[in-house]
């Protein structure tokens, strides 16, 4: 709820964690807040649907656990 004030669309994904919440609870939950929701299985799908419907002026927020983030990161390439 508190990421509705700053975007309206919100890609739901998970991790290969045992831990991790179910991606389906999260996308369910996340459709109550956000315009727009899309479901990705994985963070680098996720990252790529974020690519393709990024306007010029968009951003990509990334936000969860230690995991994610560090998932993330290797997907985009960033490293340290």
């Given at each position: 709820?508190?990421?509705?004030s700053?975007?309206?669309t919100i890609i ?24 727009i929701?899309?479901c990705a299985?994985n963070?680098?799908?996720?990252i790529?649907?974020?690519?393709k ?8 927020i ?11 990161r290797?997907?985009?390439?960033i490293?340290?």
């Amino acid at each position: 709820q508190m990421l509705k004030s700053s975007a309206n669309t919100i890609i739901a994904t998970g991790l290969d964690y045992k831990r991790a919440l179910d991606t389906r609870i999260l996308f369910d939950v996340s459709k109550q807040y956000f315009d727009i929701s899309y479901c990705a299985s994985n963070v680098n799908q996720a990252i790529c649907i974020a690519k393709k419907i990024l306007s010029n002026e968009g951003l990509i927020i990334i936000t969860g656990s230690l995991y994610t983030v560090a998932e993330a990161r290797e997907w985009l390439g960033i490293i340290g």
